[in-house]
């Protein structure tokens, strides 16, 4: 139990370009989720908190212009990565709480913006 | 800030058992404490999570302190699939905060 579904694994796309990534619970309902960037040989950082229904809420020093999140359904929230430039290349996680499981992790998406 | 401190690596001997240090020490009396392990390019995995008891589950042992300031985790008999990186963090259960990560403790278990 308690899965969480990312997708797509990995990306590629020409810098400018917009890219959308997507985190689906697969067995549970989560209304908030939590989305993380880790560059290579760091540690996850957080970006931003997802909530159901209304504005995601961003950390300090992340453009929520640049990255923008939708958390439509209680299943599933979005991060759009617009005009992505090769800076904006890394590993994108998102997590979701759920009771006796703690966060659960989606596997990844990793960026290449060329 | 992350609120747990680890060493940055550790080395384990294949088949023994490994013991991971984190230090929690402003940790509140309602937070939890939560082990993942992240393999290279993947999503953290969760491993075990405990609030004042010791924990054992089919994958960990997980020994708190009596103040709570620290914990253990041990994994009783490391595999070289075990090699990667463990994160130890504090956060409440259900509450749906924020949970920030620190640089975790890069085990490497040796052949």
């Known amino acids: 139990g308690a899965v969480v579904s990312q997708h797509p694994s990995w990306v590629i796309c020409k810098s400018g370009t917009s890219v959308k990534i997507e985190c689906r619970s697969l067995d549970f309902q989560a209304t908030t989720m939590f989305w993380y960037r880790q560059f290579p040989k760091q540690s996850l950082m957080l970006m931003a908190t997802?909530?159901?229904?209304?504005?995601?809420?961003?950390e300090q020093g992340v453009e929520k212009d640049k990255f923008l999140i939708n958390h439509a359904s209680l299943t599933l929230s979005t991060l759009t990565v617009t005009s992505a430039h090769p800076e904006d290349s890394s590993f994108y996680i998102c997590s979701a709480e759920r009771g006796d499981y703690g966060y659960t992790f989606g596997s990844g998406t990793r960026l290449t913006v060329v | 800030d992350a609120k747990t401190t680890q060493p940055t690596s550790m080395d384990c001997a294949e088949g023994r058992a490994a013991n991971l240090p984190c230090n929690h020490s402003?940790?509140?009396?309602?937070?939890?404490v939560y082990w993942y392990r992240q393999i290279h390019s993947q999503g953290p995995q969760y491993i075990i999570h405990g609030l004042k008891n010791n924990e054992t589950n089919e994958m960990a042992s997980l020994i708190i302190t009596e103040d709570r300031k620290s914990s253990t985790l041990i994994l009783p008999h490391a595999t070289l699939r075990d090699t990667a990186v463990y994160y130890c963090?504090?956060?409440?259960?259900?509450?749906?905060?924020?949970?920030?990560f620190g640089t975790g403790t890069k085990l490497q278990v040796i052949p």
């Open positions: 402003t940790i509140s009396g309602n937070e939890y």
């Open positions: 963090i504090v956060g409440y259960s259900g509450g749906y905060q924020k949970v920030t």
């Open positions: 997802s909530n159901e229904g209304s504005k995601a809420t961003y």
